[in-house]
């Protein structure tokens, strides 16, 4: 009868520099026979010394080596276990351990005795303990906060874990549940779903301790090096409330600054909101003041006025390309209508506005070069006849744009309010950014600066809480369009999009249908545009 008790499967890219301590360490297991155990190690379309790395690191250690085109980490972890089950019912020992560890991690010496032990005793599936190594202080304690979390979920168990880095299912258990899904991420979790499914229990144990890279820039699109590229992100460029006056914050100013007020039918708020940037102007933290008026009929241009503020009419500024469309077409002329190094934009509705609405965005932009772009985040309560809700303003955000990102681009998923209109960002690169003429313009912003300048060049900043006006469900609706086609062009490709010859938005009611035209085309940038134009005439 053949001594086979457990094969370890390890999927692994381009690892030279770290196979060899993987399997160092799974050769030297303590209290396990060196017959009783082998590894498959699938080598997923490396094109470095991984496979020699692992020959040298082996020595007694039974391993086989498979090499394959690139299939990614899910099918690489499914071919390698797939070869350990079938290794394990040919040895006759269906109760033996299908065992799959990462290429970066590092099993401590009682790791699969521990596994064993748990198979002995009658589980069927077993999560290793893992912990990353070198995490910063303040990112440890962001992991820590959500292994918390998720433990308390778990009642009983020694660790929330059951991850690629450490996962043991028995051979017969592993057949039962049709094998581990070749997903291109997050298989681990899909296997785990699938265990729930048959209802195979997962023995958490606390003996089974694995050490695992605290690497942020996975291969996967999901899975924990995204996790950790979040948290850290947020460590570093998610800003506090910024406590500095005005004249500390004049102080530290390191380039010019212009402040950019959308306005259309606002004059209950924009005089407010003038007043408070006026303090700006006055204490020199900023240069320019412009508000862009839309042709209001309540007053607006005239209160913006008498408050103290330079104010155009939007359809005055580069009135070759016809009348303003939107929102984003005000943003993108004011643009070329002013002239400071630092461009912010503010939403002139804020029933609220305070000089923390500022400070927070343009603080980060003074202290650090690198940054090129900060997002105000802030609460927003949803004010509804004499009751104030917590948390539940910002519709748009949370049901359509928040998904999107969550879906398409997590790396983006940190930001609170990826809609705000309250940002600031360096002019080089606004005028390399197209611009949608409606509201579609805050996503899109967000999107093609992570694109042109990468994440760790994007910051947000708490703002505190935001009380703005609410629109009725059908504009708000409305809203949504704009915002899902100006992510679907830089999501899907604007080819894709101009397939669909986006239209007019219909929105039933109990008449005719309601038939809107929502503004979705877009400007181009300012500079770097394939034929770039000059502010002021129209494109060919």
């Not at 499914?78 to 079938?86: K, S, Y």
């Not at 980060?364 to 303003?393: N, S, W, Y």
């Amino acid at each position: 009868m053949s001594a086979l008790r457990a094969v370890i499967a390890i999927p692994a890219r381009d690892e030279e520099a770290r196979i060899g301590r993987c399997l160092r360490a799974i050769a030297a297991q303590r209290e396990v026979l060196p017959d009783a155990y082998s590894v498959v190690l699938v080598l997923d379309g490396c094109a470095d010394a991984t496979r020699e790395r692992a020959l040298q690191a082996a020595g007694d250690l039974r391993l086989h080596v498979v090499e394959s085109p690139p299939l990614g980490v899910g099918a690489a972890r499914r071919l390698g276990m797939e070869i350990a089950c079938e290794r394990l019912l040919a040895a006759g020992a269906p109760d033996g351990l299908v065992v799959t560890t990462d290429a970066d991690s590092e099993v401590q010496p009682g790791w699969l005795a521990a596994l064993l032990e748990a198979a002995a005793d009658g589980a069927q599936a077993i999560g290793g303990d893992v912990e990353v190594e070198g995490l910063d202080i303040g990112v440890a304690r962001r992991r820590a906060a959500r292994l918390a979390a998720r433990m308390r979920s778990l009642p009983g168990a020694a660790h929330p874990h059951f991850s690629g880095a450490s996962i043991a299912v028995t051979a017969d258990a592993y057949r039962r549940v049709g094998g581990l899904e070749p997903r291109a991420a997050l298989e681990d979790e899909a296997f785990a779903r699938a265990l729930a499914s048959a209802r195979i229990p997962i023995a958490r144990i606390a003996g089974a301790r694995v050490r695992t890279s605290a690497r942020p820039a996975g291969r996967a699109f999901r899975g924990l090096a995204r996790d950790l590229a979040l948290d850290s992100w947020l460590e570093r460029n998610a800003y506090g409330r910024c406590h500095l006056d005005l004249a500390e914050l004049a102080a530290r100013k390191t380039a010019t600054v212009s402040v950019v007020v959308p306005a259309r039918e606002v004059a209950t708020t924009i005089g407010p909101t003038v007043d408070v940037l006026r303090r700006f102007l006055d204490a020199g933290a900023v240069d320019e003041l412009l508000v862009v008026a839309a042709a209001s009929d309540d007053g607006t241009a005239a209160a913006a006025r008498a408050a103290g503020a330079t104010v155009v009419q939007e359809d005055d500024l580069m009135p070759a390309f016809g009348p303003c469309r939107g929102k984003g077409d005000a943003m993108w002329r004011a643009l070329a209508a002013t002239t400071g190094e630092i461009v912010a934009y503010v939403d002139a509705d804020s029933e609220d506005f305070g000089e923390r609405m500022l400070t927070g965005l343009l603080a980060p932009l003074f202290a650090r070069p690198g940054l090129a772009l900060v997002k105000g985040a802030f609460q927003r309560p949803f004010a509804t006849g004499g009751d104030v809700l917590p948390g539940e303003g910002g519709r748009v955000t949370e049901l359509m744009a928040r998904p999107l990102l969550n879906l398409h681009r997590p790396a983006l998923a940190g930001f609170a309010q990826p809609l705000a209109g309250e940002v600031a960002a360096r002019r080089d690169l606004l005028e390399r950014l197209a611009f949608p003429v409606g509201y579609g313009v805050e996503i899109a912003m967000l999107l093609d600066a992570e694109r042109l300048v990468g994440l760790d060049a994007l910051a947000q900043a708490d703002l505190g809480s935001r009380q703005n006006r609410h629109q009725p469900l059908d504009a708000l609706s409305a809203m949504s369009y704009a915002v899902l086609v100006a992510a679907s062009k830089r999501l899907l490709g604007s080819e894709a999009v101009d397939a669909l010859a986006p239209g007019p938005y219909v929105l039933p009611g109990a008449g005719d249908p309601d038939v809107r035209q929502v503004p979705v085309e877009e400007r181009p940038p300012h500079v770097g545009a394939s034929r770039p134009h000059v502010a002021g005439t129209a494109p060919a």
